[in-house]
């Protein structure tokens, strides 16, 4: 027997054995269970179980490995988080080159006198940051890539013989 | 040891772990006990091996998506686990049923008994829908718990929280009505 979709949901249905549940939404269940066998017989299981006394020690042991499943799971999402917001930190020493820049920049309009050598500072953190960004390193990456696969293809090039003389292996020259 | 179920499910909802520990020893088998029997009232054929991945999931379940804040009524959380383990051990079986014919392993799958008292309820359990329809909805749950599941005039009055005295005259005059209905149609 499935569990027909328009039956209803968990915490309606268990609701019904709360004995401080209002008239109305008792009835409104009531309408449901009279018809419907399955949540019937389900809200009778659950009220057997509401009565009975369980021994938890048959069960200890899948205790264990629930408890095992749920807390690994737990810690390692924690791990995780945690490694997220290491990864977050290690982001930020980026930055410090963009506002030391700005820093200086700002500094540049104040002391009018040493405006052309604040300007300078800040123009060499400018490119420093932009050099040491994530987009940057990976332009510099891709040049490197380049120039490698360059190198590679000239080593590979057959040697010149155009100023070789003398015949080859098929015989003389004419 | 937390006494207090209200102030266990508090600490389970901070995610304390021990809490977390002293509830699964508390609520597992009761969540064991109501998927083994739904199972077993569904007729299906399982294994020890069956409940024990029904509970597991269940508890999961309710750890990974933080369900108990769900839970209105912290005290009464008996039947809202029940509940829930009965109708993911039926998810659980149809799932594996369906899997099991997408193996085209037909012959593994025994999920409906059908013995002679199995039939002879379910037709008793036809005949008592069909002389009930005109009854209230109120009424036809008394009806089928005191003649289908067997349940006492106490017990029926304490599951739908009514006094006993009203669950024994609907009894009382709603079977004589059926014996009337019964006998004009024979």
């Known amino acids: 027997m499935d569990i027909d979709i328009k039956c209803l949901d968990e915490k309606t249905l268990s609701s019904y054995l709360d004995e401080r549940l209002s008239e109305a939404e008792r009835k409104k269940i009531e309408g449901h269970i009279a018809d419907c066998n399955t949540c019937l017989d389900m809200l009778l299981v659950a009220y057997e179980a509401q009565k009975k006394r369980f021994s938890t020690r048959p069960l200890r042991g899948l205790a264990r490995t629930i408890l095992g499943t749920t807390i690994f799971f737990e810690r390692k999402n924690r791990v995780n988080q945690a490694g997220l917001v290491e990864k977050n930190k290690k982001k930020r020493p980026e930055l410090k080159w963009l506002f030391t820049g700005l820093f200086f920049f700002a500094l540049s309009f104040i002391f009018r006198d040493y405006f052309l050598q604040f300007l300078a500072v800040s123009v060499i953190l400018g490119f420093k940051w932009a050099m040491e960004g994530e987009a940057a390193k990976r332009v510099i990456m891709i040049f490197k890539g380049i120039q490698e696969k360059e190198k590679k293809f000239e080593r590979k090039l057959p040697p010149d013989v155009s100023n070789i003389t003398g015949g080859d292996r098929y015989g003389e020259p004419e | ?186």
């Open chain 2, 1 to 186: 040891m937390f006494d207090d179920t209200h102030d266990l499910i508090g600490r389970c909802i901070k995610r304390e772990e021990r809490a977390w520990s002293e509830f699964i020893d508390k609520f597992s088998a009761l969540v064991y006990y109501s998927a083994r029997e739904r199972l077993k009232r569904n007729g299906f054929s399982f294994g020890e091996q069956d409940i024990q991945d029904i509970v597991q999931n269940v508890f999961i379940d309710i750890w990974e998506k933080s369900r108990l804040a769900e839970v209105r009524e912290r005290d009464k959380i008996k039947a809202w686990l029940s509940i829930i383990g009965q109708t993911r051990a039926l998810n659980f079986m149809r799932k594996k049923r369906e899997r099991l014919l997408g193996e085209e392993e037909l012959f593994k799958v025994e999920n409906i008994v059908s013995d002679k008292g199995e039939e002879y309820r379910i037709e008793l359990v036809e005949e008592l829908e069909k002389a009930v329809e005109d009854f209230s909805p109120r009424e036809k749950i008394i009806l089928k718990l005191n003649m289908i599941h067997g349940k006492t005039h106490k017990e029926i009055a304490d599951f739908m929280n009514m006094p006993i005295n009203t669950v024994s005259t609907i009894i009382a005059r709603r079977k004589e009505l059926l014996r009337k209905l019964l006998s004009a149609q024979s």
